[in-house]
């Protein structure tokens, strides 16, 4: 009988989150690591199995946008887990803490007196130009003042091991569904593992979400509702499986409509009120009255009730501002204005191409650079310089001469790796890691989140539309 | 519960309930041929007379054999009412509606999704291949609703269900009754020969009725027949029966109380003509008749369900609201 054995696995040249440089199992992995290695190369393989195929019938697909037909791909799941210790851990959630605290001030001050304009802190042009800030949204009061109600913020490590942030996704961000069934599965996986070394548990992740949006809601026993754009969205199943998780109604545009200066849904009785909405669908696409007159599926004359406090709606709309890659460069100096502090977690170092010194710096040294959109997420939109071609390259180049504003630079940071079953043994692959954070009564963190795993030998993007898979993220007690 | 989900739940029972009948179709057609004598001639057709697909047949294969026929019947998804189409809408219904039904329903109908599309792949097919797959739709059409029974909470939801599920299955037999009018007898001094008795028994068995008829009657009798399939009170695929159920899930949705909603008259009415019809009566206007009259009336059920329950629209005062903005 074959047992698995890490004795050929090759640590490489950068951070790997099980083995430290000089190939010694750190502390936090032992016990998994001695598990597995007593552990025969069958029944490993077995388990493995018997993860895909619980992917494959309970349905958790995505579907690719470009690849046309409604393609229907499930994200692939690797059942060696990525491991967190817990001071490590509690680190990193006060980081997140500290920032969405910081970032919720900032929306609603860019949204009322701007005082970090006023005081010369960001310039205005970078709001003024940016797609995610909604004028319609001037003096907006959201319930309880919080504007980012969920966030997912996307966080690596670099060569040192060191935590920074990657982007901060305070729209819509997708990925809770994954770290809620990885968990489900690896747990029918390794029952005995988990019994001996104990992991934080994320289950109660749709209660205390269902909890946050009865929080926004003033009135006892709130209707609630997730808002989706349909079946033939991209994060349809998490939408469908969190409405179900929190026992509400999974709505679509067409089922709501503006009655009485209300939101209420058609059911087979007539129509009931509904008062908090848990939105799945981007900002501008919600209310074709107020925003995109193009929209298909918003519903007309939402945003009015939202202004008037009649319904609320999570995350609120215009938080898109602080999603921006270039306001993104801003947010050490954000959390500086705000808390007076010093950001737990840093930045990766960013070039602006809105700026002439940072411009000029991308454009020479673009093939070493990653050059993002600043708009745009899920992989789409950039450009890797040390994996592309000089006409990739050059193409970038022009675009962002055409339009500095809308293109950031950052350096390629390997980020850290975690073994992964390939054939008969483990290799390396290059994860990242995203957290997802509830503000509601307090801001908090769901232990651990979703270990997004880049499975082509060599690849950086981790994005399930790019050939990416997932992990899970254990977090010690 | 919203229109949008008490409509996709209607109509993922009606396709699941319409692929289970498809595949018992083509059952009644292979049974019919292999009891047929040599010499004749294998009648593929009538079963597309039946199921009213025949003319969109028409417009794809010049030939009406048997191997066009069961692709068209089984896989084509030009055709809407093929096994595949159907189980196809029924998970896209699922798909939308994952968070209302339960987890062991939602996996099975993925499960059968996955297993029709495989088999559509399939070049090679021997005709006991197809025998196979039919009897496989059927049972996981089966399977499906023993798992709807032990798994779905009897609330509105299951109701829904129950409603197309019936409504479905009504028209379905009526259309298998039908079958035998368009199976041509070698010659009119047949009718009521061995050859026009085998095939009313082959009518029976592709409902699963065979046994259950024998306890009620001792003889194969067409006349005894068609009044089982049609006004039976207890065999659970007679047109009765499924009216009665169809009635039944009308007024939970909608109360006891409402005697005057549009979908409990309409549904009343029906079952209470059904329930006091008499199979001469049936005879007298004539077989073919009687089943297209009551398949148009079932279609206007229908639409009294889709008015009242799935097409709420807003009131006249708000759109006049939305204009004046």
Redesign the interface.
């Given at each position: 009988m074959d047992l698995n054995s890490f004795s050929n696995y090759e640590v490489g040249a950068f951070y790997d989150e099980m083995f430290s440089s000089d190939r010694r199992v750190r502390d936090w992995y032992k016990d998994f690591c001695q598990e597995i290695e007593n552990m025969s190369r069958d029944e490993l393989q077995s388990k493995q199995h018997a993860a895909e195929r619980s992917l494959h019938s309970m349905g958790i697909t995505f579907n690719v946008y470009s690849e046309g037909e409604g393609v229907e791909r499930i994200m692939p799941i690797d059942i060696i887990p990525r491991i967190i210790m817990r001071q490590e851990w509690d680190e990193v959630a006060r980081g997140l803490v500290q920032r969405v605290e910081a970032l919720n001030l900032f929306i609603d001050d860019i949204y009322h007196d701007q005082k970090i304009l006023k005081d010369g802190i960001i310039p205005e042009s970078v709001i003024t130009s940016s797609k995610g800030f909604l004028k319609q949204c001037m003096g907006v009061n959201p319930p309880k003042g919080i504007w980012c109600h969920i966030t997912g913020t996307d966080l690596i490590r670099d060569d040192n091991g060191d935590f920074l942030v990657l982007e901060d996704n305070l729209r819509c961000p997708s990925g809770v569904s994954y770290v809620l069934e990885n968990r489900e599965i690896l747990k029918k996986a390794f029952p005995n593992i988990f019994e001996k070394i104990g992991v934080q548990h994320v289950s109660d992740y749709p209660t205390r979400l269902l909890e946050m949006l009865q929080f926004i809601c003033d009135k006892p026993d709130p209707q609630v509702v997730v808002l989706t754009p349909g079946i033939y969205n991209s994060a349809y199943f998490e939408h469908s499986y969190l409405a179900q998780q929190m026992g509400v109604s999974l709505v679509e545009s067409s089922d709501l409509v503006v009655r009485d200066g209300t939101v209420q849904m058609r059911t087979t009785k007539g129509y009931e009120l509904v008062d908090v909405i848990y939105r799945r669908i981007d900002d501008t696409f919600m209310d074709p009255k107020a925003f995109n007159p193009e929209s298909l599926i918003g519903v007309p004359g939402i945003f009015d009730v939202f202004k008037n406090n009649k319904v609320a709606i999570a995350n609120a709309p215009g938080t898109g501002v602080a999603d921006d890659k270039v306001v993104y460069a801003y947010v050490p100096r954000i959390i500086k204005y705000y808390l007076d502090q010093d950001p737990a977690i840093p930045n990766v170092r960013t070039y602006l191409c809105g700026e002439d010194a940072d411009r000029k710096y991308v454009l020479e040294n673009i093939e070493e650079l990653v050059v993002k959109e600043a708009n745009e997420a899920g992989g789409y939109g950039m450009l890797i310089g040390p994996k592309s071609t000089k006409e990739e390259c050059e193409e970038f180049r022009k675009r962002i001469k055409n339009n500095p504003r809308n293109y950031i630079a950052q350096p390629t940071i390997s980020l850290s790796r975690v073994p992964t079953l390939v054939g008969e043994g483990f290799e390396g692959r290059h994860v990242d890691l995203r957290p997802y954070i509830l503000y509601g009564d307090g801001v908090k963190v769901i232990p651990g989140g979703l270990t997004r795993v880049a499975l082509r030998k060599g690849s950086l993007v981790v994005n399930s539309s790019q050939g990416g898979g997932s992990k899970d993220t254990w977090v010690l007690y | 519960?919203?229109?949008?989900?008490?409509n996709s739940i209607y109509w993922m029972n009606r396709y699941i309930e319409r692929a289970e009948n498809h595949a018992r179709f083509i059952g009644v057609t292979f049974n019919l041929i292999l009891d047929m004598p040599k010499h004749e001639k294998a009648q593929w057709e009538p079963m597309l007379y039946a199921s009213g697909d025949y003319d969109t047949f028409k417009s794809f294969y010049p030939q009406s054999n048997r191997s066009n026929i069961l692709r068209f019947m089984s896989f084509d998804e030009r055709n809407p009412n093929a096994i595949l189409s159907c189980v196809h809408k029924a998970r896209?219904n699922a798909?939308?509606?994952?968070?209302?039904i339960s987890?062991e329903m939602?996996?099975h109908i993925?499960?059968f999704y996955?297993s029709c599309k495989e088999a559509s792949r399939r070049e090679k097919w021997k005709i006991d291949d197809w025998q196979d797959f039919f009897n496989q739709v059927k049972m996981d059409s089966q399977l499906y609703y023993g798992i709807v029974d032990s798994t779905f909470t009897r609330n509105?939801g299951y109701q829904?269900s129950r409603l197309g599920r019936y409504l479905e299955r009504a028209d379905k037999t009526s259309r298998f009754v039908d079958v035998k009018y368009f199976i041509l007898l070698p010659d009119v001094h047949e009718v009521g020969s061995n050859l026009d008795v085998l095939q009313w028994s082959a009518v029976l068995k592709s409902v699963s009725a065979f046994n259950m008829y024998r306890q009620a009657y001792l003889t194969i009798n067409p006349a005894q027949i068609v009044e089982y399939l049609m006004l039976d009170r207890y065999f659970p695929r007679s047109l009765f029966y499924c009216l009665k159920e169809v009635e039944e899930a009308i007024i939970q949705?909608t109360g006891h109380q409402n005697k005057q909603h549009p979908a409990v008259r309409i549904i009343g009415k029906l079952r209470s003509e059904m329930e006091y019809n008499d199979i001469n009566d049936i005879f007298k206007i004539g077989l073919h008749e009687s089943l297209d009259i009551f398949q148009q009336k079932l279609n206007k059920v229908g639409n009294v369900i889709h008015e009242s329950?799935?097409a709420?629209k807003?009131e006249p005062e708000?759109e006049e609201q939305?204009m004046e903005q």
């Open positions: - | 519960m919203l229109s949008r989900v008490a896209e798909r939308s509606i994952r968070e209302i987890k939602w996996e993925n499960q996955h509105e829904f949705i329950y799935f709420l807003p708000t939305e």
